[in-house]
Protein backbone atom coordinates (compact mmCIF):
# COMPACT_ATOMS: atom_id res chain seq x y z
CA UNK A 1 0.00 0.00 0.00
CA UNK A 2 1.51 3.62 -0.64
CA UNK A 3 0.82 5.99 1.80
CA UNK A 4 -2.10 5.79 3.35
CA UNK A 5 -4.51 9.68 3.14
CA UNK A 6 -7.76 8.44 2.80
CA UNK A 7 -10.01 5.37 4.66
CA UNK A 8 -13.88 4.18 3.75
CA UNK A 9 -16.07 2.40 6.07
CA UNK A 10 -19.34 1.10 5.30
CA UNK A 11 -21.75 -1.07 7.32
CA UNK A 12 -23.18 -4.12 5.64
CA UNK A 13 -25.29 -7.44 5.89
CA UNK A 14 -27.97 -7.21 9.19
CA UNK A 15 -27.59 -4.38 11.10
CA UNK A 16 -26.51 -4.67 14.81
CA UNK A 17 -26.64 -2.19 17.78
CA UNK A 18 -23.49 -0.49 18.05
CA UNK A 19 -22.75 -0.39 14.31
CA UNK A 20 -23.05 3.30 14.86
CA UNK A 21 -20.54 3.62 17.63
CA UNK A 22 -18.12 1.43 15.54
CA UNK A 23 -18.29 3.61 12.42
CA UNK A 24 -18.04 6.75 14.72
CA UNK A 25 -14.66 5.67 16.32
CA UNK A 26 -13.29 4.72 12.87
CA UNK A 27 -13.98 8.28 11.41
CA UNK A 28 -12.78 9.87 14.93
CA UNK A 29 -9.43 7.82 15.70
CA UNK A 30 -8.72 8.35 11.49
CA UNK A 31 -9.38 11.80 11.42
CA UNK A 32 -7.16 11.64 15.22
CA UNK A 33 -4.17 10.25 13.04
CA UNK A 34 -4.60 12.44 10.04
CA UNK A 35 -6.62 10.64 7.91
CA UNK A 36 -9.62 11.47 5.90
CA UNK A 37 -12.57 9.25 6.21
CA UNK A 38 -15.15 8.90 3.66
CA UNK A 39 -18.39 7.35 4.76
CA UNK A 40 -20.35 5.06 2.31
CA UNK A 41 -23.76 4.08 2.48
CA UNK A 42 -25.84 1.16 2.43
CA UNK A 43 -23.12 -1.40 2.38
CA UNK A 44 -21.46 -2.66 -0.76
CA UNK A 45 -24.06 -1.48 -2.87
CA UNK A 46 -23.49 2.09 -1.87
CA UNK A 47 -19.82 1.78 -3.33
CA UNK A 48 -21.06 0.55 -6.49
CA UNK A 49 -23.15 3.19 -6.66
CA UNK A 50 -20.75 5.95 -5.87
CA UNK A 51 -23.01 6.99 -2.56
CA UNK A 52 -20.21 8.25 -0.62
CA UNK A 53 -19.53 11.36 1.34
CA UNK A 54 -16.26 12.49 3.04
CA UNK A 55 -16.86 12.60 7.16
CA UNK A 56 -16.49 14.75 10.03
CA UNK A 57 -15.35 14.28 13.77
CA UNK A 58 -19.15 16.34 13.79
CA UNK A 59 -21.19 13.80 11.07
CA UNK A 60 -20.73 11.24 13.68
CA UNK A 61 -21.82 13.24 17.07
CA UNK A 62 -25.04 12.16 18.60
CA UNK A 63 -24.56 8.80 17.01
CA UNK A 64 -23.47 6.60 20.05
CA UNK A 65 -26.46 6.02 21.42
CA UNK A 66 -28.35 5.03 18.57
CA UNK A 67 -29.31 1.59 16.96
CA UNK A 68 -29.52 0.75 13.73
CA UNK A 69 -26.55 2.23 11.19
CA UNK A 70 -27.10 5.54 9.97
CA UNK A 71 -25.06 4.95 7.00
CA UNK A 72 -27.59 2.49 6.46
CA UNK A 73 -27.16 -1.20 5.17
CA UNK A 74 -27.68 -3.66 1.96
CA UNK A 75 -27.27 -7.16 0.81
CA UNK A 76 -26.07 -6.28 -3.07
CA UNK A 77 -26.30 -9.28 -5.41
CA UNK A 78 -24.13 -7.65 -7.96
CA UNK A 79 -21.11 -7.21 -5.54
CA UNK A 80 -21.18 -10.75 -4.86
CA UNK A 81 -19.80 -10.90 -9.24
CA UNK A 82 -16.31 -10.66 -10.36
CA UNK A 83 -17.59 -7.75 -12.38
CA UNK A 84 -19.12 -5.99 -9.33
CA UNK A 85 -16.21 -6.39 -7.00
CA UNK A 86 -13.90 -4.91 -9.77
CA UNK A 87 -16.43 -2.01 -10.31
CA UNK A 88 -15.99 -1.43 -6.72
CA UNK A 89 -12.36 -0.72 -6.78
CA UNK A 90 -12.76 1.14 -9.49
CA UNK A 91 -15.12 3.13 -7.67
CA UNK A 92 -13.26 3.03 -4.45
CA UNK A 93 -10.60 4.76 -6.35
CA UNK A 94 -12.45 7.70 -8.15
CA UNK A 95 -13.28 8.40 -4.95
CA UNK A 96 -9.46 8.67 -3.50
CA UNK A 97 -10.31 5.27 -0.95
CA UNK A 98 -7.03 3.55 -0.38
CA UNK A 99 -8.32 1.47 1.99
CA UNK A 100 -11.67 0.28 3.36
CA UNK A 101 -13.10 -0.70 7.26
CA UNK A 102 -15.81 -3.04 6.26
CA UNK A 103 -18.34 -3.34 9.49
CA UNK A 104 -20.80 -6.56 9.24
CA UNK A 105 -21.19 -10.27 9.23
CA UNK A 106 -18.79 -13.08 7.72
CA UNK A 107 -21.09 -12.74 4.22
CA UNK A 108 -19.64 -9.20 4.21
CA UNK A 109 -15.98 -10.53 5.15
CA UNK A 110 -16.13 -12.53 2.10
CA UNK A 111 -16.84 -9.67 0.08
CA UNK A 112 -14.42 -7.81 1.61
CA UNK A 113 -11.29 -11.04 1.10
CA UNK A 114 -12.63 -10.47 -2.56
CA UNK A 115 -11.67 -6.48 -2.43
CA UNK A 116 -8.43 -7.39 -0.46
CA UNK A 117 -7.41 -9.92 -3.14
CA UNK A 118 -7.64 -7.44 -5.90
CA UNK A 119 -5.44 -4.54 -4.56
CA UNK A 120 -7.92 -2.77 -1.96
CA UNK A 121 -6.56 -3.27 1.47
CA UNK A 122 -9.28 -4.05 3.32
CA UNK A 123 -10.25 -4.47 7.56
CA UNK A 124 -13.37 -6.26 9.07
CA UNK A 125 -15.06 -5.63 12.32
CA UNK A 126 -17.09 -8.11 13.26
CA UNK A 127 -21.11 -6.14 13.57
CA UNK A 128 -23.81 -8.67 13.86
CA UNK A 129 -26.07 -9.59 16.73
CA UNK A 130 -26.12 -13.95 16.30
CA UNK A 131 -21.82 -13.52 17.16
CA UNK A 132 -21.38 -16.36 14.54
CA UNK A 133 -18.17 -15.00 13.19
CA UNK A 134 -15.97 -17.91 13.78
CA UNK A 135 -12.69 -15.71 14.97
CA UNK A 136 -13.68 -13.78 17.34
CA UNK A 137 -15.86 -14.21 20.77
CA UNK A 138 -17.13 -11.43 20.13
CA UNK A 139 -19.47 -9.16 17.70
CA UNK A 140 -20.94 -6.16 17.99
CA UNK A 141 -24.36 -5.73 18.78
CA UNK A 142 -25.02 -9.43 20.56
CA UNK A 143 -25.04 -7.95 24.00
CA UNK A 144 -28.01 -5.93 23.41
CA UNK A 145 -29.71 -8.14 21.85
CA UNK A 146 -29.85 -10.41 24.25
CA UNK A 147 -30.54 -7.66 26.80
CA UNK A 148 -33.53 -7.56 24.58
CA UNK A 149 -34.82 -11.04 24.75
CA UNK A 150 -34.41 -10.61 28.21
CA UNK A 151 -36.25 -7.93 28.51
CA UNK A 152 -38.92 -10.09 26.33
CA UNK A 153 -38.20 -13.17 28.57
CA UNK A 154 -38.72 -10.64 31.77
CA UNK A 155 -42.56 -9.92 30.86
CA UNK A 156 -43.60 -13.21 29.55
CA UNK A 157 -42.43 -15.05 32.35
CA UNK A 158 -45.13 -12.40 34.91
CA UNK A 159 -48.07 -13.81 32.17
CA UNK A 160 -47.04 -17.41 31.70
CA UNK A 161 -46.49 -17.58 35.39
CA UNK A 162 -50.17 -15.90 36.26
CA UNK A 163 -51.73 -18.40 34.29
CA UNK A 164 -49.56 -21.08 35.32
CA UNK A 165 -48.70 -21.65 31.09
CA UNK A 166 -45.28 -22.90 29.56
CA UNK A 167 -44.25 -20.34 26.43
CA UNK A 168 -41.90 -21.24 23.68
CA UNK A 169 -39.81 -18.71 22.56
CA UNK A 170 -37.99 -18.84 19.28
CA UNK A 171 -34.96 -16.66 19.08
CA UNK A 172 -32.69 -15.27 16.19
CA UNK A 173 -29.09 -16.14 15.57
CA UNK A 174 -28.99 -17.76 12.16
CA UNK A 175 -27.37 -20.69 12.29
CA UNK A 176 -25.57 -20.48 15.71
CA UNK A 177 -27.09 -20.89 19.12
CA UNK A 178 -25.53 -18.02 21.09
CA UNK A 179 -28.50 -16.04 21.98
CA UNK A 180 -30.48 -18.46 22.76
CA UNK A 181 -27.95 -20.53 25.08
CA UNK A 182 -27.05 -16.97 26.73
CA UNK A 183 -30.50 -16.42 27.18
CA UNK A 184 -31.76 -19.68 28.14
CA UNK A 185 -29.42 -19.38 31.19
CA UNK A 186 -30.32 -15.86 31.81
CA UNK A 187 -34.28 -16.44 31.77
CA UNK A 188 -34.41 -19.67 34.01
CA UNK A 189 -35.01 -21.80 30.87
CA UNK A 190 -36.79 -25.83 31.50
CA UNK A 191 -35.17 -26.52 28.27
CA UNK A 192 -33.11 -24.84 25.00
CA UNK A 193 -32.97 -26.23 21.78
CA UNK A 194 -29.53 -25.32 19.56
CA UNK A 195 -29.03 -26.05 16.04
CA UNK A 196 -25.43 -27.26 16.85
CA UNK A 197 -27.25 -29.98 19.09
CA UNK A 198 -29.22 -32.62 18.09
CA UNK A 199 -32.79 -32.94 20.17
CA UNK A 200 -35.15 -35.24 21.42
CA UNK A 201 -38.71 -33.32 21.98
CA UNK A 202 -39.57 -36.05 24.41
CA UNK A 203 -36.19 -36.24 26.14
CA UNK A 204 -35.16 -32.93 26.03
CA UNK A 205 -38.41 -30.78 26.20
CA UNK A 206 -41.25 -32.64 27.69
CA UNK A 207 -39.32 -34.32 30.18
CA UNK A 208 -37.82 -31.59 31.96
CA UNK A 209 -41.26 -30.30 31.92
CA UNK A 210 -42.85 -32.78 33.50
CA UNK A 211 -39.99 -33.12 36.19
CA UNK A 212 -40.73 -29.13 37.13
CA UNK A 213 -43.94 -29.26 37.25
CA UNK A 214 -43.84 -32.32 39.64
CA UNK A 215 -41.53 -30.05 41.52
CA UNK A 216 -44.07 -27.70 41.95
CA UNK A 217 -42.91 -25.20 38.91
CA UNK A 218 -45.52 -22.48 38.12
CA UNK A 219 -44.47 -21.93 34.64
CA UNK A 220 -41.99 -23.10 32.05
CA UNK A 221 -39.58 -21.46 29.39
CA UNK A 222 -38.66 -23.35 26.27
CA UNK A 223 -36.11 -21.42 23.96
CA UNK A 224 -35.69 -22.36 20.38
CA UNK A 225 -32.86 -20.83 18.13
CA UNK A 226 -33.85 -19.58 14.79
CA UNK A 227 -31.52 -22.23 13.28
CA UNK A 228 -33.65 -24.71 14.45
CA UNK A 229 -37.03 -22.80 13.86
CA UNK A 230 -40.86 -24.79 14.38
CA UNK A 231 -41.85 -22.83 17.88
CA UNK A 232 -45.60 -22.89 16.86
CA UNK A 233 -45.24 -26.52 16.57
CA UNK A 234 -43.17 -27.57 19.01
CA UNK A 235 -46.04 -25.33 21.51
CA UNK A 236 -48.70 -27.33 20.11
CA UNK A 237 -46.72 -30.22 20.62
CA UNK A 238 -45.97 -29.29 24.47
CA UNK A 239 -49.52 -28.74 24.94
CA UNK A 240 -50.63 -31.91 23.61
CA UNK A 241 -48.49 -34.22 25.83
CA UNK A 242 -48.47 -32.16 29.20
CA UNK A 243 -51.69 -30.59 28.92
CA UNK A 244 -50.19 -27.26 29.86
CA UNK A 245 -51.15 -24.36 28.24
CA UNK A 246 -48.46 -23.36 25.71
CA UNK A 247 -47.79 -20.14 23.53
CA UNK A 248 -45.37 -19.59 21.44
CA UNK A 249 -43.66 -16.15 20.99
CA UNK A 250 -41.34 -15.68 17.84
CA UNK A 251 -39.31 -12.39 18.88
CA UNK A 252 -38.23 -11.63 15.65
CA UNK A 253 -36.85 -8.08 14.57
CA UNK A 254 -37.40 -6.50 17.80
CA UNK A 255 -34.33 -8.35 18.50
CA UNK A 256 -32.26 -6.06 16.11
CA UNK A 257 -33.22 -2.80 17.41
CA UNK A 258 -32.55 -0.41 20.21
CA UNK A 259 -29.82 1.64 21.59
CA UNK A 260 -27.02 -0.50 22.48
CA UNK A 261 -25.66 -1.37 25.62
CA UNK A 262 -22.42 0.07 27.23
CA UNK A 263 -20.49 -3.33 26.58
CA UNK A 264 -21.62 -2.77 22.71
CA UNK A 265 -20.45 0.60 22.52
CA UNK A 266 -17.30 -0.32 24.28
CA UNK A 267 -16.30 -2.91 22.04
CA UNK A 268 -17.27 -1.22 18.96
CA UNK A 269 -15.37 2.25 20.44
CA UNK A 270 -12.36 -0.23 20.69
CA UNK A 271 -12.73 -2.20 17.55
CA UNK A 272 -13.21 1.02 15.49
CA UNK A 273 -10.24 2.82 16.72
CA UNK A 274 -8.12 -0.83 16.41
CA UNK A 275 -8.93 -1.15 12.81
CA UNK A 276 -7.68 2.29 12.32
CA UNK A 277 -4.61 1.57 13.87
CA UNK A 278 -3.66 -1.33 11.75
CA UNK A 279 -4.24 0.43 8.86
CA UNK A 280 -2.20 3.57 10.15
CA UNK A 281 0.75 0.79 10.97
CA UNK A 282 0.58 -0.69 7.54
CA UNK A 283 -1.71 -3.94 8.42
CA UNK A 284 -3.93 -4.84 5.54
CA UNK A 285 -6.57 -7.38 5.48
CA UNK A 286 -7.12 -8.34 8.96
CA UNK A 287 -10.24 -8.91 10.95
CA UNK A 288 -10.47 -7.29 14.55
CA UNK A 289 -11.33 -9.75 16.92
CA UNK A 290 -11.40 -10.29 20.36
CA UNK A 291 -9.87 -13.12 22.39
CA UNK A 292 -9.83 -14.03 25.94
CA UNK A 293 -10.31 -10.18 26.54
CA UNK A 294 -7.99 -8.56 24.58
CA UNK A 295 -8.82 -6.95 20.67
CA UNK A 296 -6.33 -8.75 18.51
CA UNK A 297 -6.33 -9.53 14.76
CA UNK A 298 -5.76 -12.11 12.18
CA UNK A 299 -5.34 -12.23 8.59
CA UNK A 300 -8.79 -12.35 6.78
CA UNK A 301 -8.62 -15.30 4.79
CA UNK A 302 -7.28 -17.31 8.02
CA UNK A 303 -10.10 -16.14 9.87
CA UNK A 304 -12.51 -16.87 7.10
CA UNK A 305 -11.59 -20.39 7.77
CA UNK A 306 -11.80 -20.55 11.44
CA UNK A 307 -14.43 -22.38 13.38
CA UNK A 308 -16.03 -21.82 16.71
CA UNK A 309 -18.03 -23.99 18.73
CA UNK A 310 -20.27 -23.79 21.30
CA UNK A 311 -19.39 -23.76 24.92
CA UNK A 312 -20.98 -27.44 26.18
CA UNK A 313 -19.98 -26.52 29.70
CA UNK A 314 -22.91 -23.78 29.18
CA UNK A 315 -25.10 -26.19 27.84
CA UNK A 316 -24.86 -28.92 30.65
CA UNK A 317 -25.32 -25.71 33.24
CA UNK A 318 -28.63 -24.79 32.09
CA UNK A 319 -29.40 -27.97 32.40
CA UNK A 320 -28.73 -28.43 35.98
CA UNK A 321 -30.12 -25.27 36.43
CA UNK A 322 -33.23 -26.06 35.24
CA UNK A 323 -33.60 -28.26 38.26
P1 LIG B 1 -23.71 -10.51 6.73
O1 LIG B 1 -22.52 -9.68 6.43
O2 LIG B 1 -24.50 -9.96 7.88
O3 LIG B 1 -23.33 -11.97 6.87
P2 LIG B 1 -24.77 -11.03 4.07
O4 LIG B 1 -24.41 -12.47 4.08
O5 LIG B 1 -26.07 -10.65 3.51
O6 LIG B 1 -24.71 -10.37 5.51
O7 LIG B 1 -23.63 -10.28 3.25
C1 LIG B 1 -23.67 -8.89 3.00
C2 LIG B 1 -23.13 -8.60 1.61
O8 LIG B 1 -21.80 -9.10 1.49
C3 LIG B 1 -23.89 -9.28 0.47
O9 LIG B 1 -24.96 -8.55 -0.02
C4 LIG B 1 -22.85 -9.40 -0.62
O10 LIG B 1 -22.73 -8.20 -1.34
C5 LIG B 1 -21.58 -9.63 0.18
N1 LIG B 1 -21.31 -11.08 0.26
C6 LIG B 1 -22.02 -12.01 0.95
N2 LIG B 1 -21.51 -13.24 0.78
C7 LIG B 1 -20.47 -13.10 -0.06
C8 LIG B 1 -19.52 -14.02 -0.63
N3 LIG B 1 -19.55 -15.33 -0.36
N4 LIG B 1 -18.58 -13.52 -1.45
C9 LIG B 1 -18.53 -12.20 -1.72
N5 LIG B 1 -19.38 -11.28 -1.22
C10 LIG B 1 -20.35 -11.72 -0.39
Do not use: W
Request: proline fraction near 2%; glycine fraction near 12%; charge should be neutral.
Amino acid sequence: MGKLKTIGVLTSGGDAPGMNAAVRAVVRAGIYYGLKVMGIRKGYEGLLKGDIEEMTARSVGDLIHRGGTALQTARSPEFNTEAGVNKAIAIAGVFGIDALVVIGGDGSYRGALDLGKKGLPVICIPGTIDNDITCTEYTIGFDTAMNTVQDAIDKIRDTAYSHERCSVLEVMGRKAGYIALNVAISGGAEAVVLPEKDFNIDIDIIKPIIEGRNRGKKHYLVVIAEGVGGAVEIAEYIEKKTEIKTRATILGHIQRGGSPTVYDRVMASRMGAHAVKLLRDGHVNRAVSFINGQITDYDLAEALSMKKTIDEEMIELNKILAL
